[in-house]
């Protein structure tokens, strides 16, 4: 998928411009904020969990912010922020770096669409288009349906009404039914007494081909990182993913599941409807989830669950004939 950065940052910044012991020392530039797997040279990433020890002693990253008992994990070369509260500390560089990202502050480039500009494209009434968004060929955007700056879809989507389209980059033949919302921020802030800090949200929605999404849907974009779908997944009405969410491809979604953030969900895996998933799961390929189960830790390939907390089912079913 083309790459595309929704927050860009106006100043160049440098790590000493946040962290005191190295203020005077060389110039260390952040090109940018990454996820420990995603950062390249010059990006500023963060490790706060030991989950992610295999990730973090792979990281590309120059710069990380992380504790005292973490920092051994990291490659020799990059260099370590060590404070008390990982989050918190991201927060306040991200909050400094892109401050329109922990608002989602109205599109004010909006404005009706010039047909000229997308003439393969069949719109209804009221739409709102704004700046540099890309439609490909044979799209259908249906009525009252907002598509916010620098969003791009592939060619065949159809998007119905009462849609708000930000921060996203959409496939071919994608499929968005009415009244859904895709690409707000996400639910995130650092708790502090009378004044919480809200975490600004600078990642994508990326939705890859033949994916539908039924009516109602939410789904925040990334924080740092992506909120993903893979392709040929369908997703029922009323289902919630939160920042950070990666759906496999092959997916069959029913109505009302909610997925907590940085959960990872495999290939080919079924959901059954007002499931729950909890947050930084990984959920491996072929699995099959009952109806109404809570999902609180990982589940291996070619599994099949049910019941709060989710077990095997032949185990959920002896129970319940007890």
């Known amino acids: 998928m083309e790459i595309t950065t929704f927050f860009k940052k106006k100043n160049k910044h440098y790590l000493g411009d946040f962290f005191s012991n190295f203020k005077g020392k060389e110039k260390l530039e952040i090109k940018n904020?990454?996820?420990?797997?995603?950062?390249?040279?010059?990006?500023?990433?963060?490790?706060d969990s030991i989950k992610y020890k295999s990730v973090a002693n792979k990281t590309n990253a120059s710069y990380c912010i992380t504790t005292q008992k973490l920092e051994k994990f990291l490659p020799n070369k990059v260099k370590k922020v060590v404070v008390k509260n990982v989050l918190y500390e991201l927060a306040k560089i991200l909050k400094k770096i892109y401050p329109s990202a922990d608002i989602d502050y109205p599109d004010l480039t909006?404005?009706?669409?010039?047909?000229?500009n997308y003439k393969n494209v069949k719109f209804g009434n009221n739409v709102l288009v704004g700046k540099n968004v890309k439609i490909g060929k044979n799209c259908f955007i249906g009525s009252n349906t907002i598509i916010e700056h620098d969003v791009i879809l592939g060619n065949n989507c159809v998007i119905g009404s009462y849609v708000v389209l930000k921060n996203s980059i959409l496939g071919n033949n994608v499929m968005i039914q009415d009244g859904c919302k895709i690409g707000l921020k996400g639910y995130g802030f650092i708790p502090i007494k009378d004044n919480n800090l809200k975490f600004p949200h600078i990642?994508?929605?990326?939705?890859?081909d033949n994916v539908e999404i039924a009516g109602g849907c939410t789904i925040d974009r990334g924080s740092v990182d992506d909120t993903e779908i893979g392709k040929n997944t369908y997703l029922d009405n009323q289902v919630h993913l939160a920042h950070n969410v990666k759906i496999g491809s092959n997916c069959m979604i029913a109505g009302q599941v909610g997925f907590a953030g940085s959960t990872t969900i495999g290939n080919n895996v079924s959901i059954g409807g007002q499931a729950g998933i909890s947050g930084h799961l990984t959920i491996g390929n072929n699995v099959k989830i009952g109806g109404g189960s809570g999902v609180i830790k990982d589940i291996e390939d070619n599994q099949v669950v049910m019941g709060y907390p989710a077990i095997p089912f032949k185990d959920f079913i002896k129970n319940w004939k007890k």
């Open 33 to 47: 904020i990454r996820s420990l797997n995603k950062s390249r040279k010059y990006d500023l990433t963060f490790f």
């Open 110 to 116: 909006l404005k009706s669409p010039n047909k000229n």
């Open 203 to 208: 990642g994508r929605v990326l939705i890859n």
